[in-house]
């Protein structure tokens, strides 16, 4: 290669690297001057890290800051080109994500789920983010129903805010966010706490009710606390009728998003046997109760999540 040669080759891939950081700003490790979104679990603002586990945390957020914008540029460019390739080739891609949600509006049930989020100060990040992403699993299986449910989050604070902004264009989504708890927002007879402890157990999906489920991820350190909210506040409670129709190795405490599909699959006309053997993973080692139905299959590929 020529001097002259080298010289291009260099000026062009400091170029592109010029380009790549006006698209996607870098924030390096000495830049303390950005505010990365550092908190500790109370959700104090670190100004910049001091120990070395602080250090490693700051590193991994500032890794992830990076890399946000680059993925989902990449996610959007491959998406599009799947569009344009299937529309080519006369593949039919199905209405648009609009025309979606506008035909699913015409469906949609009067009543619907609500997930808590008032119990935010009770977790750590990591369980905190458990929780984010069970909302997730709940939004892409209503997404994906025919007859999808009205889905409410309240007491979405500043905190659920932030947690949940690592999820670009959630606001856009199907979901209604209020700040406010339930009780604000809902007429309290129309208000169903679900919780395991209850003695009531529900039958069936009421179109005229709004089931709350906890946005609690605590491994049992909570026990009966959702229960204890909705005597102490006297509104209705009930819990699934796990019992009543399959033997559980495990207790019965079950992740928000099995839950809500739970719930969903009921509403959409599904027995409970069927659900809750569709449902519920293996490792819960659900079998039925009852020996007639012995046909329906134990298997299920969920995924496992940690209460
Ligand atoms: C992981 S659990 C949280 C457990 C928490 N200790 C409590 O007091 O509810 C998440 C939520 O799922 C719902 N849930 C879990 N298992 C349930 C069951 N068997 N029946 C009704 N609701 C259930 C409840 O709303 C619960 O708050």
Redesign the pocket.
């Known amino acids: 290669m020529t001097e002259e040669n080298e010289k291009n080759v260099e000026n062009s891939s400091s170029a592109k690297t010029e380009k790549f950081e006006e698209l996607f700003p870098q924030i390096t490790l000495f830049d303390i001057s950005i505010d990365t979104g550092l908190q500790d679990d109370e959700g104090n603002i670190l100004p910049r890290p001091y120990t070395k586990s602080q250090m490693r945390k700051w590193l991994k957020k500032v890794k992830w800051e990076n890399h946000k914008a680059e993925k989902r540029a990449r996610e959007k460019k491959r998406a599009k080109e799947r569009r344009r390739k299937a529309q080519a080739a006369n593949i039919d891609i199905g209405p648009s994500r609009k025309a979606l949600k506008k035909m699913k509006e015409k469906h949609k049930k009067r009543g619907g789920i609500i997930i808590d989020l008032s119990f935010g100060h009770l977790m750590i990040e990591k369980d905190r983010f458990k929780v984010i992403k069970q909302i997730l699993r709940c939004y892409s299986i209503n997404r994906r129903s025919e007859q999808p449910l009205h889905f409410h989050i309240t007491s979405f604070g500043e905190k659920s805010r932030n947690d949940m902004s690592r999820h670009n264009g959630y606001e856009n989504w199907d979901i209604e966010f209020h700040e406010q708890p339930y009780l604000e927002v809902f007429p309290k007879e129309k208000l169903v706490?679900?919780?395991?402890?209850?003695e009531n157990i529900i039958e069936s999906f009421d179109d005229d009710t709004y089931y709350?489920?906890?946005g609690?991820?605590?491994h049992?350190q909570?026990?009966?606390?959702?229960?204890n909210i909705s005597v102490e506040q006297g509104i209705r409670h009930?819990?699934?009728p796990?019992d009543k129709y399959i033997n559980m190795k495990t207790r019965?405490?079950?992740?928000?998003d099995h839950?809500f599909e739970i719930m969903l699959k009921i509403s959409e006309g599904l027995t409970w046997q069927e659900t809750l053997i569709r449902v519920l993973p293996v490792r819960k080692g659900a079998h039925i109760c009852n020996a007639s139905n012995s046909n329906l299959s134990l298997d299920s590929e969920n995924a496992v999540n940690s209460?």
């Open positions: 706490y679900l919780t395991s402890e209850s709350i489920i906890g609690l991820v605590d049992n909570y026990k009966g606390l959702c229960h009930g819990r699934l796990l019965k405490v079950l992740t928000i839950v209460i």
